[in-house]
């Protein structure tokens, strides 16, 4: 069975920076059908971004400009870099294989101010 796993979350300052990792467990995995999203305490899950195809990468407005994603397709894992972080920002990060409809089990994120 095919899993994604999501790693790098941590408590971090405001203005710092984390990158994430999402991983998935069979070659099969395609970094132009996945997606980055979150999820913060009581709100619904939002997508953050997407590489649509190479040299091709959209963003929600909230972290354009702060997130960048990318990922190697060979070492199955698309990565989530995230700069000049905010509380708001808090979350947990999700990716998605848009194709299958698969999640990974989620990484938190904390930003304190």
């Known amino acids: 069975q095919v899993q994604l796993v999501e790693s790098g979350g941590a408590l971090v300052q405001s203005g710092g920076s984390l990158r994430l990792s999402c991983t998935a467990s069979?070659?099969?995995?395609?970094?132009?059908?996945m997606g980055w999203y979150r999820q913060a305490p009581g709100k619904q899950r939002e997508w953050v971004g997407a590489?649509?195809?190479?040299?091709?990468?959209n963003y929600a407005d909230s972290v354009k400009g702060r997130f960048t994603i990318s990922g190697d397709n060979a070492k199955h894992t698309m990565y989530l870099q995230m700069n000049s972080l905010k509380p708001e920002d808090t979350a947990v990060y999700y990716c998605?294989?848009?194709?299958?409809?698969?999640w990974g089990q989620g990484t938190q994120v904390t930003v304190s101010s």
């Open positions: 998605k294989d848009v194709r299958t409809g698969l």
């Open positions: 069979e070659s099969i995995f395609n970094l132009y059908t």
């Open positions: 590489m649509a195809y190479p040299g091709s990468t």
